[in-house]
């Protein structure tokens, strides 16, 4: 559908949660995941997770951090519009980091924008939340044209830095490899099922790619449909 949009904004780890929480509250910086939340020496929140297979949510501080999307496609991704797993914006406080999102599919086309960012705050010495992690593997071609972004958010005055950027990953994959977010996702039980559905991710998996992920529906595995 064009300009359709997929959208995990602000679904990541609620406020003062994640592995890269930032502090809220006296001494605050922001929040990290793939690239550091900023702190005004300079220093920032931990990274975590995976360059090549993110599946990761990002980490918030006054408000949640970006959500995660993950497309497993055995033929054609067209982006004609957005996915998005940006982090919140705060209203006051220190920022959250942006969220995942993983793409695997034969071909990878569009003119739209794929983003990943850290929150920004208009609060007075607020600080940027760090970007998010993206990787795109293609098998035949790669002829996406618009953007795309991990960038870390913007603090507010110019004397702090602003949140690192993340990462972002395009990579020709020619044999299909084993995915821990099919792994922990897919393969489910009840609980992982509710974390699911409570952070909204959107998972899309087709036939031919679960398929391959040796992942047959029964009670035990399940398919997401924009969370």
Do not use: W
Not at 23 to 33: L, S, V
Not at 55 to 65: F, N, Q, R, T
Not at 75 to 94: F, H, W
């Amino acid at each position: 559908q064009s300009n359709a949009n997929i959208s995990a904004v602000g679904k990541g780890y609620a406020a003062t949660y994640g592995p890269g929480v930032g502090i809220y509250g006296t001494g605050n910086r922001a929040a990290g995941y793939g690239g550091l939340g900023a702190l005004q020496d300079g220093g920032g929140s931990a990274t975590y997770g995976s360059f090549l297979l993110p599946y990761d949510l990002g980490s918030g501080v006054e408000y949640a951090g970006g959500g995660a999307v993950t497309l497993l496609v055995a033929d054609t991704v067209n982006v004609s519009g957005s996915i998005d797993a940006t982090a919140r914006n705060p209203s006051v406080s220190d920022a959250g980091s942006g969220g995942s999102i993983y793409i695997d599919a034969n071909n990878v086309i569009g003119t739209g924008a794929i983003i990943s960012t850290g929150g920004y705050s208009s609060g007075n010495g607020a600080r940027g939340g760090g970007g998010g992690r993206i990787s795109v593997h293609y098998r035949s071609s790669y002829g996406f044209s618009g953007s795309v972004a991990a960038v870390g958010g913007t603090s507010y005055v110019s004397t702090i830095p602003n949140g690192a950027n993340g990462t972002i990953n395009i990579t020709q994959q020619l044999t299909y490899i084993t995915l821990p977010a099919v792994d922990a996702f897919v393969q489910l039980n009840g609980q992982v099922a509710r974390q699911l559905r409570r952070h909204a991710y959107a998972f899309l998996i087709d036939s031919q790619a679960q398929s391959r992920q040796g992942c047959i529906p029964t009670a035990s595995c399940a398919v997401f449909r924009n969370g």
